[in-house]
C-alpha cells in the first residue's frame, strides 16, 4: 500500500494581522453555541418536573455525498461515503410532543472527480448540534428540526494520496436540517434520517476550478436510554 502524504497547504493567511478575524469568527461561532447549549438545558429543567426526561450516549452512521453547483463541465460529483458520529442525546417528552437535541462529533467523509485528473476524498471534522422536534404516533416518531455545525478540521485527498489540510478553504460553521422517523425498542432508540445543508461549505476545488459545495447526509442512529 502506497503511503500517504500529508501535508498543510500553504495559503496567504499565515501573517498575524489576516489570521486574527478567522479566529474570532471561530470563537463568536463557539460562543453562540455554548449560548443555544445553556438555552436548551434551562428549557430542560424547567420543563423537567412536566416532561419524561430520557438521556443517553448515541452512534450513528453517516452515507454523505457532496452536492455541487455551478461546477464545470470537467467536475462531477462522487459516490456516497461512509462516516460516523459519537455523543449524546436527550429527549424530553411532553403530551406526545418531543423536544430532542443532541450533541455529537462528526465525521464526514465525501468527494469529487475532476476529468482527467482523478478522484478527490474530503473528510470534515464537525461538533454537530442537531435539534429535533417531534411527535409520536404509537411507537413512532416523526421528527424533523435544524442541525447547527462547527467545523475544526478538513482534509482532502489528492488523486495521488497527498492529503491536504485545507481548513481555510472551508467555512467553519454550517446550517442545516434533519428529518426522518424512530422507533423506541426497550432501552434502544432508533432513527433514521435525512439530513441536508442549508448554507455551502466552500468553493474551491482544486487546479482553480470552483463549485458551490453542500453536504447530504442519510443518517442511521442507536442509542441508548440511561435514563
Same mark, same amino acid.
Given at each position: 500500500?502506497?503511503? @500517504?502524504?500529508?501535508?498543510?497547504? %500553504? ?5 498575524? %494581522? ?15 453555541? @455554548? ?18 426526561? $430520557?438521556?443517553? &450516549? ?20 462522487? #459516490? %456516497? ?11 424530553? @417528552? ?6 430532542? &437535541? ?10 469529487? $472527480? ?15 448540534? &442537531? ?7 404509537? &411507537?413512532?416518531?416523526? !421528527? ?13 485527498? !489528492?488523486? $495521488?494520496? =497527498? ?9 467553519? =460553521? ?9 422507533? #423506541? ?18 468553493? $474551491? ?23
Amino acid at each position: 500500500m502506497a503511503e @500517504k502524504n500529508i501535508v498543510n497547504l %500553504p495559503d496567504d493567511d499565515q501573517e498575524f %494581522p489576516k489570521v486574527l478575524p478567522w479566529g474570532f469568527f471561530l470563537v463568536k461561532s463557539q460562543s453562540k453555541m @455554548k449560548k443555544l447549549l445553556t438555552l436548551l438545558i434551562l428549557f430542560v429543567s424547567i420543563t423537567g418536573a412536566y416532561a419524561q426526561i $430520557n438521556f443517553g &450516549p448515541r452512534v450513528t452512521l453517516l452515507q454523505s455525498r457532496l452536492s455541487l453547483k455551478n461546477e464545470a463541465a470537467v467536475v462531477s460529483e462522487a #459516490d %456516497p461515503a461512509t462516516g460516523y458520529q459519537l455523543g449524546a442525546f436527550m429527549r424530553a @417528552k411532553l403530551f406526545g410532543l418531543i423536544l430532542q &437535541p443532541e450533541l455529537l462529533y462528526t465525521q464526514s467523509k465525501s468527494g469529487f $472527480n475532476i476529468e482527467g485528473v482523478g478522484s478527490y476524498k474530503l473528510e470534515l471534522d464537525k461538533i454537530d448540534l &442537531p435539534i429535533m422536534i417531534g411527535y409520536e404516533l404509537g &411507537p413512532v416518531r416523526l !421528527q424533523g428540526g435544524p442541525v447547527f455545525s462547527l467545523v475544526t478540521e478538513s482534509k482532502r485527498e !489528492q488523486p $495521488n494520496g =497527498t492529503v491536504l489540510f485545507v481548513r481555510n478553504e472551508y467555512s467553519s =460553521t454550517s446550517v442545516g436540517y434533519q428529518g426522518g422517523v424512530g422507533i #423506541d425498542l426497550w432501552k434502544f432508540a432508533i432513527d433514521i434520517k435525512y439530513e441536508r445543508d442549508l448554507t455551502n461549505l466552500g468553493d $474551491n476545488l482544486d487546479r482553480g476550478l470552483q463549485a458551490k459545495q453542500r453536504q447530504n447526509h442519510f443518517v442511521f442512529a442507536l442509542g441508548y436510554k440511561i435514563l
